[in-house]
């Protein structure tokens, strides 16, 4: 019998703590997968975030050291610069990178930090019981906007990754989902793509990933894998939104 | 300072905790030759073997901060009291100046220390035994030296340049052995030693210190 599926290496014997349908459970099988196949495991480093995600440290065997949050881009520059030669990820959610961790986001980017970002959108603070993100959609209903988002009341939804982009040391920047079979082996080429760029040294990757919070949402799963395309793409469109690994330059040089 | 500096660093390292520098806003505004103090050699650094660096030929290591299991969290705790506790034993540094035969002992850090030298140098000339303690470290502060110093002077005089960050440590460390006397100045007027040195003399006055 062909096995064709299988727990990856890198991912510990210990049960995820995440709801039934979160994406981050999905994402973590992805960056297991891809460190295994780019023969990454012995030199990588991952920075988690303060989010539910945090615990990524009890799945992912690898070297991990938390920040605090929104510090992820901040600590992994540290470590890339100090150990050139070793593979940096950080592992941020919308709360932390798009909230508390902006400035320092936005100017590893600018710097062109050797660094690649996985940034999990799930348009609500997910660990402290959904309250909204700078990424909630207008209307929608979290702890802290009870009527739903009001642009003229708490802002519209912030485009982080459109953001990063116009930093100039962002070299690939891709908008993807993991709410169904399709948008996650989309995902897993995006990661991969990142990954490659900071193999290449050529500049600073990010992938933003649409990623379904069942539980704060308060949906079911299969619910919120039809809210992220009903919704949340109409807002935070699947796409690359920025690519310079071809022409090997960053717009700094 | 620049000594200071490299003294925290390697502290940092050595006990694996975060030092913190407090800068006297005066050190941005002057100028002094510097005599940096002899790079010490890394190898002597205590071995890191917590550190990130990649799972290569060892199993994979975690950073953190977060321990959910409260048993855990609280043995933690405990490790980390201990170490503080050996860091208050070990890591105490003051100046101590001319106490020997004081009966009026200054207590002052930073820029403010450096003018009530130049007063306790003034008044002296005038006869007046007065000493200073200056603490370097303000965590761990120098507690023990204070209080053996109640034991034997009388009048205690905190000098700041705020007014009064430090007094109450002071006091707590005296333990009432000691009157505590405050004069601060909350930052704008550097005072002068001479200035100071007249609120040492009216001190003196007003307490009948020198008896
Ligand atoms: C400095 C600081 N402020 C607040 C918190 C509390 N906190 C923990 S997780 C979190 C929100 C995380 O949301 P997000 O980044 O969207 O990640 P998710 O949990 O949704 O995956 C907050 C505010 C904290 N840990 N540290
Ligand atoms: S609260 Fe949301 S983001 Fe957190 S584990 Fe549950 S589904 Fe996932």
Redesign the pocket.
Known sequence: MKQVFKKPRLIKPNTFHYCPGCG?SIIHRLIAEILEELDLAEIAICVP??????LAYNYLDIDMGEA???RAAAVATGLKRALPDKFVITY?????????GTAESIHAANRGEQVSTIF???A?????GG?M?P?TLLGQNTTTTPGGRVASIHGNPLDLSEMMAIAKGSVYIERTAVNNAKNIIKTKKAITKAFKVQIDGLGFSMVEIL?P?PT?WKMSPIDACKWVDEYMTKIFPLKVIKDLTDTGKKDAD | MADLTRRAFELADYYRTPVMILGDGMMGQMMEPVVFPEMINPDTLPEKDWALGGASGRPSRIIRSLLLDPAVEEEHNWKLARKYEMITRKEVDYESYLLDDANLVMVAYGTAARIAKGAINMVREAGLKVGMLRPRTLWPFPSKVLNDIGRVVRHVLVFEMSTGQMIEDVRLALEGRSNVHFYGRPGGIIPNPEEVARVISSHYLRFDIAK
């Open positions: 981050h975030p303060a989010g539910c995600a945090v605090a949050h929104g941020q959610g919308d709360g932390d990178i798009a909230a508390i999990v959108n799930n609500v603070y997910g660990m402290t309250q993100a990424t990623s919070c704060n």
